[in-house]
């Protein structure tokens, strides 16, 4: 009995001792100390491109409802371009409004029409990770579209919009993402057929187009668009004084 008993004892004990090994012995699927930390080192940073250029516009002393003009932009860095064949852009709304932010609004515009920047001593580089945050909120069917000009004068429009008809939405869009059409800005209409991609690494000027002419005041078909973000890097222009 002594001797079974001393049998049973040494094979538990050898079992233990080769259980302990194998939890000690590396596995063929386990890694390195610190290859995570090594693999995290070597990956190439993602540098998203910092802020071009902010538009969050600029009511006049009287307030409420009036024209678009070149006084309603609030960056003095910035050119503000006005594209409407036939009617016009109004400004409204208060600082601070959530419910009412100033804002650009397209109801009386009985054409498509669009607004864009140009920046006086810059080029924007769109290309990467670039992207165009807006905030929204739209009446009827409506939304609207990132437009740019290229360097060569060509004007182009993104396949991708933004807008929500039940409140104001912040949202945001890659211009890696866009398919883009031909725009004949003095119509605000596409011509051509969609094109994959564009050199966007010097872009003269970046808004937006809203292709629906509106329907005046009240409920029916319109844009609003408040604070704009361009996010992108700088190309200096020839020429130009920087600040």
């Known amino acids: 009995m002594l001797r079974r008993a001393a049998g049973i004892l040494a094979i538990v004990s050898l079992g233990a ?7 000690q012995a590396p596995s063929g699927r386990s890694r390195p100390r610190g290859a995570n930390a090594l693999e995290r080192a070597e990956r190439p940073a993602i540098l998203r491109p910092g802020l071009f250029f902010k538009e969050e516009w600029k009511q006049t002393a009287q307030g409420g409802e009036h024209p678009v003009t070149a006084e309603s932009n609030s960056d ?18 208060s600082a601070g409004d959530e419910n009412v932010p ?11 029409c669009a607004v864009a920047f140009r920046d006086k001593s810059r080029f924007a580089d769109l290309s990467g990770l670039a992207r165009i945050r807006l905030n929204t909120k739209m009446s009827g069917f409506h939304q609207v579209r990132p437009i740019v000009k290229l360097a060569d004068g060509t004007w182009w429009i993104g396949d991708l ?10 949202s945001e869009i890659s211009y890696a993402d866009l398919h883009w059409l031909k725009l004949d800005i003095k119509r605000v209409v596409t011509v051509g057929n969609l094109v994959d991609k564009l050199d966007l690494t010097k872009v003269d000027e970046i808004g937006f ?3 629906t002419p509106g329907s005046g ?11 704009i973000e361009v996010y992108g ?11």
């Open 233 to 243: 890097r700088s190309v200096p222009r020839a020429g130009a004084k920087t600040e």
């Open 161 to 170: 919009a933004t807008g929500t008809t039940r409140d104001w939405l912040v």
């Open 17 to 23: 001792i080769a259980a302990l090994a194998g939890a």
């Open 76 to 93: 003095p860095r910035l050119e503000l371009k006005l594209y409407v064949p036939a009617g016009q852009i109004l400004l409204t709304g």
């Open 209 to 211: 187009a809203d292709l």
């Open 102 to 112: 100033i804002h650009v609004w397209t109801g009386l515009c009985s054409t498509p």
């Open 217 to 227: 005041h009240g409920p029916g078909g319109w844009s609003d668009v408040a604070q």
